[in-house]
């Protein structure tokens, strides 16, 4: 098992990369190949969509981590939307 580091910026760059090597390769699938050629290339975008899948779901893990350990989408009982301290003149 390899485990990388990466930050959000390099998933995000990684993920647009394996998409854009999917696209390219859907579109030379509809070009005419030989059935060798098509079982390659089929075996290659599925192989570009297992590796975007597994790239996106440990970025949405990490993403998820962050927004739970910031308490975003908790409401917080402790701040009072009247109190106006701080913002006299």
Not at 18 to 27: G, K, N, P, T, V
Not at 36 to 44: D, F, G, N, V
């Amino acid at each position: 098992m390899v485990n990388l580091t990466l930050t959000d910026d390099e998933a995000t760059t990684i993920a647009v990369a394996l998409d854009f090597w999917q696209a390219e390769l859907q579109s030379q699938q509809k070009s005419s190949l030989s059935e060798e050629e098509e079982a390659t290339l089929t075996e290659e975008i599925g192989s570009a969509e297992w590796c975007w899948q597994k790239v996106f779901t440990a970025q949405q893990a990490f993403r998820n981590s962050i927004a739970d350990a910031v308490g975003e989408g908790q409401p917080s009982s402790s701040i009072d939307p009247y109190d106006l301290k701080g913002l006299e003149y």
